[in-house]
T-cell receptor, first 109, second 115 residues
Framework: AQRVTQPEKLLSVFKGAPVELKCNYS??????LFWYVQYSRQRLQLLLR??SRESIKGFTADLNKGETSFHLKKPFAQEEDSAMYYC???????????FGAGTRLFVKA | GAVVSQHPSWVICKSGTSVKIECRSL??????MFWYRQFPKQSLMLMAT?????????EQGVEKDKFLINHASLTLSTLTVTSAHPEDSSFYIC???????????FGPGTRLTVT
């Protein structure tokens, strides 16, 4: 069964500290993995996707097929990074996307 | 970037009445749209896939007679909550993928409160 697991509901770090939001997935084919972010009072928006291999707002994520993981990382967290982060998987049929439970990141000053 | 709108942004209705929520892709055509439900402090639960010109595909456990979906054009999908009850109160969000990418563009959501 297709599944996306984000084990941490809440992650709290100090400004300037490294941050890693974990994501593991279960999928039999070749998935497309995404990280979406929802800032306070804003709509959900794409942060990055694995095929782009790019860094957005200092965040990177590497797809590890062996470990079926797609962890989101940033070396130095900023207060404006505080938001809800969702790991998502597509390729399950059409454009359907499955979301993880989400991790709330809180960056303290 | 692509824009998806929803209307209304919030609605309050009485138990037993029906409520229609619209989802529009403003600057692109979407043959497929998705409807989600989000409970407070919880993730998005995919309810159904809206297909232009054909029947919607519902996820397991979602009552198709309760949540009517119509995708009448390439830019509009509607979700009608029929005979609403207080337990239907939630935040409903739609999304649409643009072109052949799997990236989803999300609407701002509609908060439904059933009294």
């Amino acid at each position: 069964a297709q599944r996306v697991t984000q084990p941490e509901k809440l992650l709290s770090v100090f400004k300037g500290a490294p941050v890693e939001l974990k994501c593991n997935y279960s999928y039999s084919g070749s998935p497309e993995l995404f990280w979406y972010v929802q800032y306070s009072r804003q709509r959900l928006q794409l942060l990055l996707r694995h095929i782009s291999r790019e860094s957005i707002k200092g965040f990177t994520a590497d797809l590890n097929k062996g470990e079926t993981s797609f962890h989101l990382k940033k070396p130095f967290a900023q207060e404006e990074d505080s938001a809800m982060y969702y790991c998502a998987l597509s390729g399950t049929g059409g454009f359907k996307t499955i979301f993880g439970a989400g991790t709330r990141l809180f960056v303290k000053a | 970037g692509a824009v998806v709108s929803q209307h209304p942004s919030w609605v309050i209705c009485k138990s037993g009445t029906s409520v229609k929520i619209e989802c529009r892709s403003l600057d692109f055509q979407a043959t497929t749209m998705f409807w989600y439900r989000q409970f407070p402090k919880q993730s998005l639960m995919l309810m159904a896939t809206s297909n232009e010109g054909s029947k919607a595909t519902y996820e397991q456990g979602v009552e198709k007679d309760k949540f009517l979906i119509n995708h009448a054009s390439l830019t509009l999908s509607t979700l009608t909550v029929t005979s609403a009850h207080p337990e239907d109160s939630s935040f409903y969000i739609c999304s649409a993928p643009r072109s052949q990418t799997y990236e989803q563009y999300f609407g701002p959501g509609t908060r439904l409160t059933v009294t």
